[in-house]
């Protein structure tokens, strides 16, 4: 490994460990969900948005739903009710808050360090982020990725993860690239792509990922999915 590179790599794990921030912290999270099933006339859309507060402090994690949420949520399970096909766009979205998902979020460094460890390098080059030169670090993601269930379907598989980082190592911005196609049960075919673009900042001794756009596309079995969920945080104080 290139020196230029080996010292782009430690300085990103330095970082890593110095920004598992303890210190307590307030935000907003914003999340937002669109999904488009089938094609034709049996296509389905449907979009959601929803906003909750976070706290974390010595306690833990805590979720602070508001009112107006909350009542939107108990109105599309009373439709429901009377009709199991009614829309319930906020009850989709509710899905997204759990504390997997959140701790994704608010303890970015420890899941960046995950990641490490589940990807492998690749290379380093300079790279312009927001107008500044910044490092760019490439991984691959290897099909050992994958569950020894979901891997036995799967013929072919190309994943990439981008990660952009400051002088220091500290994580700027991240992409992440999956294209996968297999058949199961012998006949039916199937393809996936999926990608996740994700910003960083950090809030005293703690790295947070302050935007994260997933989107997933997915066909087989005369089935076919289109998701996009973004999700923003701000911090409060």
């Known amino acids: 490994m290139p020196a230029q590179a080996a010292d782009g790599l430690s300085d990103l794990k330095a ?12 935000a907003s999270l914003e999340t937002k969900t669109w999904r488009r099933i089938g094609e034709g006339k049996e296509m389905e859309e449907s979009s959601g948005q929803a906003s909750i507060g976070l706290e974390e402090n010595g306690q833990g994690l805590q979720l602070i739903y508001g009112k107006d949420v909350l009542a939107r949520m108990e109105a599309e399970q009373r439709a429901q009710v009377k009709n199991p096909n ?4 906020t009850l989709g979205v509710a899905r997204e808050f759990s504390p997997v998902e959140l701790r994704t979020m608010t303890a970015a460094a420890a899941n960046l360090a995950r990641q490490l460890e589940r ?12 107008g500044s030169q910044v490092r760019q670090l490439t991984f691959s993601v290897p099909l050992e990725t994958l569950s ?3 891997r036995k379907y799967i013929k072919d598989f190309d994943g990439t993860f981008d990660l ?4 220091d190592g500290t994580p700027l911005a991240s992409h992440t690239l999956v294209n996968g196609s297999g058949r199961a049960f012998v006949v039916v075919g199937f393809d996936f792509r999926q990608e996740e673009d994700a910003v960083y900042g950090v809030s005293g001794d703690r790295l947070l990922m302050l935007r994260r756009e997933s989107k997933r596309k997915q066909s087989g079995g005369g089935d076919k999915t289109d998701e996009r969920i973004t999700k923003t945080l701000q911090t409060s104080g």
Do not use: H, M
């Open 148 to 150: 020894d269930r979901d």
């Open 119 to 130: 990807v492998s390098y690749k290379n380093e080059k300079t790279a312009v982020y927001n």
């Open 86 to 89: 009614a829309k319930a766009p």
């Open 164 to 167: 952009w980082i400051a002088a």
């Open 15 to 26: 970082a890593l460990a110095r920004l598992q921030g303890t210190a307590p912290f307030k």
